[in-house]
């Protein structure tokens, strides 16, 4: 089964904004083994966006389309596909009463123009919408089909999980659930883990089900993925458990989290499970780490909150550093202990470090320094050495740092 | 002049990577006036690799052609545009010396595969590398042109400003130079900016040059670029000047800075112009606003540090605030006042507000409350709503504080 992309918007075009639609459409595919060969990018001009689905279908037996659904007159992805399949527009009454109905739940008034939302091709289903107003189209082109889904992220994703990617399976002929499983681990480069998993890798190469992808993912660390194929969603759990288990005993170690967890909220639900609450103090990352703990919703019940130490002054003055080198070891752990006590918290984590673009204090770029003090009063510090500049360095101690305090809350 | 863009690589259509090459090819074409209608992501096979080519140079006199200029046997851009010329590869021995004398340098041994970067298709020129091992590539295909550049963003960015851009002007006949000049704006939407500037639009539209172009930033705000055309730099300068003086005298207000500069360098720029320093306070954005603020190389001759208060105990008990709603311009302005205390700075900015999902103190999601001390004792408070989800509100809410303190800066 090949299926290609076409991604509709001369804002993508002009540059105006960046096609993440396409690779997360691409992901996605090459999860549930569908090969997508063309991806295209085409603006709103109806002739070439008719062009565009055409050069996309001729080397698949699906494209999906995104975009263009919209109300206005620059929306021209229904008249295009319309154009395609050799057929006309019809508006759809259900659509019609469900758009209607949703202007009134809103108390907003309905411009006319929302009707062209209820507009479908002769011959085409719809995908209904759960979060918008822009419903999907499923669209048979000979034995071929294109499959419309609105620009909007969130509403595109629905539509591919709920309807397109089962229909893709369906037509294939795939009788089978296909899921995947993310272990998400940090501390570790492709390379290393390709080697540590060599011969579990090796078995599956034999086996041929699940397969394992590794995913990089930057400053997040690498995701392994394992993809298994099997009659229903039971008998695929229970091979992604048998194979999760292996992998596991061979870097559990580095393994933080599964699927959407991330470090931010490995690190929280540690602490609410044994009921502690975290303050922090951060020098060289200067509040991002704050940041991306109360990035996750209900971090207030753990998080109490931090001190941005950036000036040496504060690191003296109000954690109580004692005067001296800032990025050291030493300083790591005196900046933990006053957060600790200067917020009131059970656990504290502190860093201090050299982003660049000079050292400091005979400190090279990229140097680390991390502390952390827990309820009990055990406290450790280390230091790391991160490669980069000053943007990756700062990120790159983050996540360092919460991996660093996941590990001591084991 | 019409210049089509093809991505080459099996990671982007698997969704490992964002293809933001296009997206950055897109933007600087439009901006050189140059207009491109379709572009194209494609996996590294040369069957497929040609007939994407042929597929983009239908419909334009040019494609831009990026990635698989590399070493290794995955890199297939110079095969697939040998064949879609029609002729051979050849050795280019000015490029083997090239190559061998960069590996000299860095002491390293060359491998042998390195030497197919130093294939050229006959007919061919070459663009030299300044940056790294892959030469770029001016290829002739009949009366058209295929430009390949290397996928590596910082040397692609540098060969297309350097050879592309001017090259594609040339063969439209275009002897001018063509300059462009961004205003960046906060506070309006992109309709309100429509109408305020309908008038200096309107006579744009009539001279022709230059041109003007709003870019959506997102949370960064709404771009205004001027895009000049013009015999030479200085008169082009000068009718930017001009019209930058025309934009500035209807939404000066708004404009907060030019080209690079971003919120947070200008208000750092603006406190060490007076010699002040900054200390934050915050409690919505958690850290983020710090965050920020350090990014800036240089952030610390201006930025001594923050007191993320999330727990409203850190409010009363390390500000000092008193107790009751901490939500409210009493609360900001009691936050800003204690961060100056506590951190020993000049200015503070402090922020208070309810990012979601749930509302807090009968307070919306969406609400943002700000405060800011002066030097001089002045201070000052301001309540604002801002749309959104949870991430949304957070980073609103940092640009828009940003925005208030640079205000009371000027």
Redesign the interface.
Known sequence: MKCNVVAVGTE?????????N???????L?AAGIE????????D?LG?VA??FR?ALE?ADAIVVCGGLGPTHDDLTREAIAEVMGTELVQDDGLVAVIADLFARRNRPMAGNNLRQALVPIGATVIPQTRGTAPGLVCPVGDKVIYAVPGVPHEMHDMMERAVIPDLLARSGERAVIESRVLRTWGESESGLNERLEAVITELDTVGNPTLAF??SGWEGIKVRLTAKATDSVAAARLLDEWEGRVRSVIGDIIFGVDADTMETVVLGALAARGW?LG?A?SV???????????V?G??QV?????????S??KF??LGVERGPVVSERAALEMAKGARR???CDVALALTGVA??DEQDGQAVGTLCVGVVLPDGRSEAARLMLPGV??QV?QLSVISALDFLRRRLG
């Open positions: 993508l075009l002009l540059g105006q904004i960046v096609d993440t396409s690779t997360w459409i691409g992901e996605h090459a997508s060969h063309l991806q295209l990018k085409v603006g001009n070439r062009t565009a050069t080397s995913l990089a609450t922090v951060e990352t200067g509040g991002l780490v704050a940041g991306r703990l109360t990035s919703p971090a207030s998080f109490r909150g931090g001190v941005v130490a950036y000036a002054e504060v003055d109000v200067v917020l009131g660049g673009p000053r943007d700062r």
